[in-house]
């Protein structure tokens, strides 16, 4: 019965899922018009608040902002329905796309229709960057981040760590003085943190026996190595879809090549860079989260091991890339208006924010690199064109990502 109340909502939800587009700025508007001007389940001061809240958090922001609507109507259960109903139709459609992408290599399609994706995703990518830049870099102490990020991310991009460390680092820095944001008088009260243990326990479980399934050879190993790949993505990403897509493709791509990796870890999940590329410029053409890369990607990662296989990494990589963003969005947000009063949040913030500006630049010249020179002779001009066309189209122009992503396909079929 309890149920049957929020049956509108949930609907409400599922039509939204459908039709989102654009990614979390496209998102916040929509979510305006639909929660808020149109149902009314909750008020414009709240919505700004929930997305103030989300963005302090790692994980994907859009999906936390909508999960806390529905935990505002109907607590953790009816916060659960809507996280699912959420991210059911993105995680579905890219789950799917990774069988079709087999589909077009036997038909030898693939080359021609996703050839300009590559530097389409440069050209999101580099949009991104600009962004958050804007966003973000007001002041010496950001600029220097960004810069030593910048630098440190492109030189040192195959160690896995390098990045959630450079976040760390960041915070710490812009904390160094306290004259930008000065600690309020108003004393905040003690926080419980008993309440994130399920989320430690979750990172600390998937981490050890992922360790121990790499040193003891266990088989069928890759699905545990890819849950605790993808969890550790959703728990320390910043800065959204295109972070975690940079995150993946050092991961997924990357590290695979690493004589080095190989050697100690011959069986590491590792995704053909073709691949990565249709995956990751793909899911601008798909409504709901950018996270959703992820249920692509892990059907990409066990696509050797037959369908079945297939279907559970597409169902790995769902699952543990938002279990992250509900714990802690269900966890923190109840300490939340005792936890805003803590300026060494905001100042952490601010470095945090510059680290990932410095990140996604980064990661724009390094897939910019990657590019093979093959392609370089025979479709420079047309890359250029596309990345800079890309990022003007998306700067300059009201399209929507899907119809940037289609433009981008026709190219690749006919020229």
């Known amino acids: 019965m309890v149920l049957m109340r929020h049956l509108p909502f949930l609907k409400a939800v599922f039509l939204y899922s459908l039709t989102a587009f654009g990614g979390p700025q496209g998102h916040f508007g929509m979510m305006l018009k639909t929660f808020v001007h149109r149902r009314r389940d909750i008020n414009e001061e709240e919505l700004v608040e929930y997305n103030a809240f989300c963005q302090l958090l790692p994980g994907a922001s859009s999906t936390q902002v909508v999960t806390l609507i529905g935990y505002k109507r109907g607590g953790v259960p009816l916060a659960v329905l809507t996280l699912l109903i959420w991210i ?89 003085s306290d004259k930008r944001i000065p600690q309020g008088h108003e004393k905040p009260r003690k926080i419980n943190w008993g309440n994130i243990w399920l989320f430690v326990v979750v990172f600390a479980l998937a981490g050890l026996l ?27 990403v910043f800065g959204g879809g295109q972070m975690l897509i940079a995150m993946m493709y050092e991961q997924f791509v990357i590290r695979p090549e690493s004589e080095k990796v190989v050697r100690v870890n011959p069986n590491v999940v590792k995704i053909n860079r073709d691949d990565f590329y249709t995956g990751a410029g793909m899911v601008r053409a798909m409504p709901g989260p950018v996270f959703s890369v992820a249920s692509f990607m892990g059907g990409m990662a066990m696509n050797d091991r037959g369908v079945a296989w297939q ?105």
Not at 103 to 123: C, E, H, N, W
Not at 160 to 171: A, F, K, Q
Not at 379 to 398: E, F, K, Q, T
């Open 88 to 176: 059911l139709p993105a995680c579905l459609l890219m789950g799917a796309l990774s069988f079709l992408v087999r589909y077009f290599d036997s038909q030898s399609m693939k080359v021609k229709l996703f050839r300009y994706i590559a530097p389409m995703t440069i050209g999101f990518l580099g949009y991104a960057s600009m962004v958050a830049f804007r966003m973000s870099i007001h002041n010496t102490i950001t600029r220097v981040v960004m810069i030593m990020t910048g630098v440190l991310t492109f030189a040192f991009f195959r160690i896995p760590w390098m990045i959630p460390l450079l976040i760390v680092v960041g915070g710490f820095v812009t904390n160094l």
């Open 210 to 236: 992922s360790e121990q399934a790499r040193k003891q050879n266990w088989p069928n190993r890759r699905p545990i190595n890819l849950f605790e790949n993808t969890y550790r993505f959703g728990s320390l």
């Open 311 to 415: 279907v559970a990494g597409c169902v790995i990589g769902s699952v543990a890339i938002f279990l992250p963003s509900l714990f802690l969005v269900l966890f923190f947000y109840p300490i939340w208006n005792n936890l805003k009063k803590y300026a060494v949040v905001f100042r952490a913030l601010e470095g945090i924010n510059a680290t990932v500006v410095g990140i996604l630049i980064a990661s724009s010249v390094y897939m910019l690199k990657d590019i093979s020179l093959h392609e370089w002779t025979e479709h420079g001009l047309m890359n250029v064109a596309v990345i800079a066309g890309s990022w003007a189209l998306l700067l300059y122009s009201r399209l929507p990502s899907p119809v940037i992503v289609a433009i981008c396909l026709v190219l690749g079929y006919f020229f």
